[in-house]
């Protein structure tokens, strides 16, 4: 009987009835926005504090510089290549297939976005540190607070253990608080879904929602090429081993990861796997996995920059280059940010999208196939990890 009552369920229902509503009472969806509004403040609150908690324990949970060094480095670099190739083809594919190109709704005012300013290297990394951390979390700059997060975290390791459990308990214990919070205002998707979906209707009418199929076709073959054309590539040339074979030895991960939505939820399996088939050490598996299920999310960072691309489309927005290049480090950052249960993704969606001001309301319209997308993205997730896990150990004695 719960299953019928779940969260999807009711905002599938929600969004149905949505469509309706905002067909039949464009004039009361438009007065209920608020909660829309509300709901998409209530995800916006919680990103700061949940990026930096998130950073900094996975680095304090190594437990020391040495580890930091061996392991940790070398998974930092396979997290930032893939992610990176993930982006990449996610935002290579959204710009051939085009969804959402040319079928901005009448309705819909395409707002007026700030440009971007030309891209140099040198602004790129003075804009990575923060001046004054309290500012960076003020302003919501993810980047610099991933950065200081990083360097605080690595500072801690090497304090007195004493001190260093307590400021380490006090974080797990933040996060922990965050993370449930973030399930309760999930709680609050089908309430936020229909007040954002029927205005989105009452404005912009239903064709609006036709577009949608491509979209989410976008994402999955993104999905696609990268769970079995990219990482593959880098299995095989830096791992040695055969990918396809993995795949099928650690296939019940990946089937948990899309069934649960949560790469976290599915952590203890894929560490289990990793080890008894991959026959990846334990140490390896050990950190690698938990650490990746934190901060790589290959799946998620394709998702969010194909998602970006097409709101600006449906808005009749032209990006720029530099606006790419904006999205492209944006969603990378916010990949690493994201926490490894089911939404997080849509969460961090919101940074992406006020990185370079496109409306925040556009979410209202993918939360429709959200549930699915996260889904297959939280698999490509695990599945992104598992190879991290076998080709590092690869390189570790
Ligand atoms: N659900 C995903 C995960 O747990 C995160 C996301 O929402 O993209 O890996």
Excluded: C
């Excluded at 969260?7 to 004039?27: C, D, K, M, Q, R």
């Excluded at 008894?276 to 140490?283: A, N, Q």
């Amino acid at each position: 009987m719960s299953r019928i009552f779940s969260i999807e369920n009711l905002t599938l229902l929600s969004l149905i009835l949505a469509v309706f509503f905002g067909i039949y009472f464009p004039e009361i969806a438009q007065n209920i926005k608020i909660f829309g509004d509300v709901f998409l403040s209530l995800l916006k609150m919680i990103i700061v504090p949940l990026v930096f908690t998130s950073v900094f324990t996975a680095i304090l949970n190594l437990e020391s510089i040495s580890k930091f060094k061996d392991l940790g480095l070398k998974a930092f670099l396979y997290y930032l290549t893939t992610t990176a190739m993930a982006v990449v083809t996610g935002l290579i594919l959204v710009n051939l297939l085009m969804p959402g190109k040319g079928e901005k709704p009448d309705g819909l005012k395409t707002p007026e976005i700030p440009q971007a300013e030309e891209f140099s290297l040198e602004r790129l990394i003075l804009g990575l540190i923060p001046q004054n951390p309290f500012s960076s979390f003020a302003q919501g700059e993810v980047l610099q607070i991933i950065v200081f997060a990083i360097f605080i975290a690595l500072a801690a390791l090497t304090i007195d253990k004493f001190k260093q459990e307590i400021i380490k308990n006090f974080f797990e214990g933040f996060n922990d608080a965050l993370i449930k919070l973030t399930k309760w205002v999930i709680v609050l998707t089908p309430i936020g879904v229909f007040a954002l979906v029927s205005y989105l209707i009452a404005e912009a009418g239903v064709d609006i929602l036709l577009s949608l199929w491509k979209y989410a076709l976008t994402v999955v073959v993104g999905l696609l090429i990268h769970a079995f054309i990219n990482l593959p590539l880098i299995a095989f040339i830096f791992g040695g081993y055969n990918p396809y074979k993995y795949f099928v030895q650690v296939r019940e991960a990946l089937l948990l990861a899309f069934s649960t939505a949560s790469s976290a939820a599915t952590l203890p399996v894929s560490i289990e796997l990793a080890q008894e088939k991959g026959k990846v050490k334990k140490e390896v598996a050990g950190f690698v996995l938990p650490l990746g299920a934190t901060i790589n999310m290959d799946g998620t960072a394709l998702y969010e920059s194909i998602a970006a691309v097409y709101i600006a489309n449906i808005y009749g927005i032209d990006l720029s280059i530099s606006q790419m290049m904006v999205i492209f480090l944006t969603v990378t950052l916010a990949s690493i940010g994201a926490a490894a249960i089911p939404g997080a993704g849509l969460i961090l969606l919101t940074l992406v999208l006020g990185s370079v001001g496109i409306p925040l309301e556009g979410i209202g319209l993918i939360i429709a196939v959200d549930r699915f997308l996260d889904m297959v993205r939280t698999s490509i997730n695990v599945w992104g990890d598992l190879n991290g896990a076998k080709i590092i150990d690869r390189f570790v004695k």
